[in-house]
């Protein structure tokens, strides 16, 4: 099976994994579709592949960047409709977490502006649902779980203790592991947690 994925929740990732070969992209300075585009031709070209090939396509589904998450799951979705092919879902924070060999994980990613997304796992049980939080927040949910790694995002490495970034290594691990929980076009949809910049009020993240 060849098994295209695509991370856009912070830069731009693509793996594809065909057969038992995988070849894998990044540009983490850009989430475009200028940047997208090439990225999944060259891991396509790079395989002797083309992208009717291609037979399933995976997401990052956030929480992550508005602009990035919009472009990744919109060529997801085009993809998969225009080809017929199925494809999943994958959340940013339990894809960040597969940077720890720990099965316990609280996972935190930047969100800007002293604010942070967290989310905590015990292996393939969600401990603690997504939610944005200010960083002094996430410090004592950290604190309460002292028997949990950490892992962060490259943006939080200075700020929080803990293994931080995303490469092909857990796009791998998040092929393995979501690639049978198939979903319709339909249903990929992005995962935001706080509102737009133009949309948040007096109180809100």
């Known amino acids: 099976m060849n098994v295209l994925m695509i991370d856009t929740a912070e830069g731009t990732r693509v ?10 992209k990044e540009n983490l300075s850009n989430a475009g579709a200028e940047t997208l585009m090439p990225l999944i031709d060259g891991v396509i070209c790079d395989a002797g592949l083309e992208v009717k090939d291609i037979d399933l396509f995976g997401a990052c589904v956030g929480p ?39 099965g316990k994980v609280v996972s935190v990613a930047h969100a800007g502006n002293n604010v942070c997304y967290i989310a905590v796992f015990d292996g393939d049980k969600t401990v603690e649902e997504t939610r944005c939080v200010t960083a002094d927040e996430a410090h004592k949910i950290i604190e309460v779980h002292a028997g949990f790694a950490v892992s962060t995002d490259v943006k939080l490495s200075g700020a929080f203790s803990g293994v931080a970034g995303v490469g092909e290594r857990e796009l791998k691990i998040a092929v393995q592991k979501h690639s049978k929980d198939v979903i319709d076009q339909k249903e990929l949809l992005p995962l935001y947690v706080r509102k737009a910049q133009p949309e948040r009020g007096e109180g809100d993240l």
């Open 64 to 102: 992550g960047s508005f602009t990035g998450l919009r472009v990744g799951l919109t060529t997801v979705k085009t993809l998969c409709y225009a080809l017929g092919k199925r494809c999943f879902a994958v959340n940013n924070l339990k894809l960040n977490s597969y940077n720890n060999s720990s």
């Open 15 to 24: 793996l594809l994994c065909a057969g038992d070969k995988s070849y894998y």
